[in-house]
């Protein structure tokens, strides 16, 4: 610990304790924030009456002066850090006040709040460049025969675009909950001190909008000692995280030679130091991977949370390093995913296998309940009859499966057998299928490109939100900029 804060109770604390307790350099990422608030402070203190401006004015000086994290070999955060270099340029009599009425536990909870708010916006920005991404390219394969498959075996027929547009209303989910968190977030702890407030008549809500801040954290011990704010990011990311690795699994497979339905351009694949005829996936691996890192810290930030005291504890100190690790990792793999879904190249559906040609099954089942009056039942155990038929055939050929039900059904429709043809005929190949989907949400062209347009129209107005968030973070900082000009003209 500074011997700032040390020297009349402790004296020099050995070095091996100095550097365990450190955390100097996971704190570079909130220095910038960390001057604000000293910044925002002094304002507050001076427009309050509770230091004198000429006192202010030095501080705000020599808060201005400072470019970078400084350096100290005693000091064990950033906030002694700016405190020992303003004591030192603005002398003891005026930078002695900089501490007066703050404690380091309400800095360094408004600090990760500030820095998270921007690594949440910066999520907002990517997130909304992937689902625009994803709605182009949903746009594009409307049409684009896929199949659908149920525990990785054929299934039904579907569409790319249909396909896509599941992971897509997943993500925009994720979105919509780190857009929630944001006004729990963007709270103010400023003036809980060190954990019961303070006699000093200080203006909370000035140095919240100052920062930036909608609101307060209003109770003294709550602002100091709660990381909720942190753990609801890391939640909402982690679940991000599990849906784009999904989608990342789901890649690497399609993409497989022996299912090939999915290419990865050259540019993003990598080949082998020794089997020259390799084109491996190593990017869809490595987002795979680094999904994993925003998952653990999940894991590891609600562990260190479970049992806390209440109140600040350092053990908080080890919570933070992981939110900076996680969101890194999330925007780069933000990033590379939207690459990834516009050079990805995909290939129509050839059904000329006998275990893709009875993907139509389901629908051949319903044309009997809905044409010729049978149970559901009735109709499943009569078409899995023909499917048995047609596998044990080794025909490949669609003309002989939609024969064999024919066969199956003709004893079942009685007089109506010579029907039966006509009407399986909208149903007999795997676009037809498609097409022939009638639910909201199915994978018909016409419905995926209805829901498509109410999606961009959401994401319209997530733009929207999301500007004037910025917006008000920009005026806020106008702001303090001109109060702090006030003080030191």
Request: aromatic content about 4%; glycine content about 4%.
């Amino acid at each position: 610990m500074s011997l700032l804060y040390r020297a009349s109770r402790l004296g020099p604390a050995r070095r091996e304790a100095r550097r365990f307790v450190s955390s100097m350099e996971p704190d570079k990422c909130l220095f910038e924030s960390a001057v604000e608030i000293n910044q925002a402070h002094v304002v507050m203190l001076a427009r309050q009456g509770i230091i004198r401006r000429d006192d202010a004015r030095k501080i705000l000086r020599a808060l201005m002066k400072m470019r970078a994290m400084p350096e100290s070999p005693t000091a064990e955060d950033v906030h002694a850090a700016i405190e020992e270099v303003v004591i030192r340029r603005a002398g003891v009599s005026a930078g002695g006040n900089l501490q007066l009425a703050k404690s380091r536990n309400d800095q360094v909870a408004t600090a990760i709040r500030m820095r998270l708010r921007s690594e949440l916006l910066q999520v907002v920005d990517l997130l909304m460049g992937l689902l625009a991404e994803l709605q182009r390219t949903i746009s594009k394969h409307s049409e684009t025969l896929f199949l659908g498959r149920t525990h990785l075996q054929p299934a039904e027929p579907i569409t790319y675009g249909h396909y896509l547009m599941a992971f897509h209303d997943a993500i925009a989910r994720d979105l919509q909950r780190l857009e929630e968190s944001y006004a729990r977030l963007n709270r103010s702890p400023m003036g809980g001190c060190a954990l019961a407030g303070t006699s000093v008549p200080v203006n909370r809500e000035m140095v919240a909008a100052l920062l930036g801040f909608d609101s307060l954290v209003e109770n003294s011990l709550d602002a100091v000692g709660s990381r909720d704010f942190a753990l609801e990011f890391l939640a909402n990311v982690a679940e991000l995280s599990v849906d784009i690795s999904r989608l990342a699994e789901d890649m690497i497979f399609q993409a497989t030679p022996e299912v090939g339905y999915l290419e990865l351009p050259k540019g993003l694949a990598f080949t082998s130091s020794i089997m020259p005829q390799k084109k491996n996936p190593d990017v869809i691996e490595l987002i795979r991977a680094k999904c994993a890192l925003p998952i653990g810290a999940f894991s590891q930030a609600t562990t260190i949370l479970h049992s806390l005291p209440m109140s600040y504890n350092l053990d908080l100190q080890e919570i933070t390093p992981s939110i900076w690790v996680s969101s890194q990792a999330i925007q780069e793999t933000i990033a590379i995913t939207r690459i990834l879904t516009s050079q990805i190249r995909v290939s129509d559906i050839r059904a000329n296998r006998a275990d893709l040609i009875m993907t139509t099954a389901t629908e051949v089942a319903n044309v009997l309940v809905t044409e010729f009056e049978l149970s559901f039942r009735a109709a499943h155990q009569l078409v899995a009859s023909a499917a048995s038929d047609f596998s044990q055939s080794g025909s490949n050929e669609a003309d002989l499966w939609i024969e064999l039900v024919c066969q199956r059904a003709a004893g079942v429709v009685g007089d109506r057998s010579s029907e039966l043809k006509a009407k399986l005929s909208p149903v007999q190949t795997l676009r037809a299928v498609v097409s022939h989907k009638r639910s909201v949400g199915s994978p018909a062209p016409k419905e995926t490109l209805r829901l498509l347009r109410k999606r961009a129209t959401a994401l319209g107005k997530i733009t929207s939100r999301q500007q004037l968030r910025r917006k008000r973070l920009t005026l806020s900082k106008a702001r303090l900029k001109r109060e702090i000009a006030r003080l030191i003209r």
